[in-house]
T-cell receptor, first 115, second 118 residues
Framework: AQSVAQPEDQVNVAEGNPLTVKCTYS??????LFWYVQYPNRGLQFLLK??????LVKGSYGFEAEFNKSQTSFHLKKPSALVSDSALYFC?????????????FGKGTKLSVIP | GAVVSQHPSWVICKSGTSVKIECRSL??????MFWYRQFPKQSLMLMAT?????????EQGVEKDKFLINHASLTLSTLTVTSAHPEDSSFYIC??????????????FGEGSRLTVL
């Protein structure tokens, strides 16, 4: 069975500093990986995805993620954090042959950017 | 980008009543929509996959008679919480994928519906 792990419940970072939100996955075959962001009482917003090709994926709002097959990781990064980046971040996986294309979500990581 | 509209955003109801939540894809067609439930400070739990013109596929442990899903058109899916009880209070989120996209296409999410059952 496929799974996604976000090892940190919360990440705190000072404004202007680089941020990393970690994600590891487990799946048979090649994964499709996603990052979503959720603001309080809102739905999820798409940030970026990895399907194939370049391991460094650039997404919305200056975020990027690096796919590392050997470490089965897909960490989300941003060079300089903003207070407005404070939100809940979800890593998600769509495995090969998923049928109806369901996503498996990690438990989420709350990012707090401190002014 | 594409928009998924979810209504109502907030609903408060008495125990024993039924509540309907609508999920609409506004500028694209979706043969498949997904319904999730999110508990406070927790991840999204997939409840069911809604298929246009056919029965929904429910995840293990989700009561199909409790959570009725109808996907009558390519732009509308509804979730009805029947005989709601306080333990059904939660944040319900729908998502949809454009018909034209294959696997790994972007999922568009609704803004969510906060249900509180008194």
């Amino acid at each position: 069975a496929q799974s996604v792990a976000q090892p940190e419940d919360q990440v705190n970072v000072a404004e202007g500093n680089p941020l990393t939100v970690k994600c590891t996955y487990s799946v048979s075959g090649n994964p499709y990986l996603f990052w979503y962001v959720q603001y309080p009482n809102r739905g999820l917003q798409f940030l970026l995805k990895y399907i194939t090709g370049d391991n460094l994926v650039k997404g919305s709002y200056g975020f990027e993620a690096e796919f590392n097959k050997s470490q089965t990781s897909f960490h989300l990064k941003k060079p300089s954090a903003l207070v407005s980046d404070s939100a809940l971040y979800f890593c998600a996986l769509e495995g090969p042959g998923a049928g109806s294309y369901q996503l498996t979500f990690g438990k989420g990581t709350k990012l707090s950017v401190i002014p | 980008g594409a928009v998924v509209s979810q209504h109502p955003s907030w609903v408060i109801c008495k125990s024993g009543t039924s509540v309907k939540i609508e999920c609409r894809s506004l500028d694209f067609q979706a043969t498949t929509m997904f319904w999730y439930r999110q508990f406070p400070k927790q991840s999204l739990m997939l409840m069911a996959t809604s298929n246009e013109g056919s029965k929904a596929t429910y995840e293990q442990g989700v009561e199909k008679d409790k959570f009725l899903i109808n996907h009558a058109s390519l732009t509308l899916s509804t979730l009805t919480v029947t005989s709601a009880h306080p333990e059904d209070s939660s944040f319900y989120i729908c998502s949809a994928r454009d018909v034209g996209q294959g696997a790994a296409g972007e999922l568009f999410f609704g803004e969510g519906s906060r249900l509180t059952v008194l």
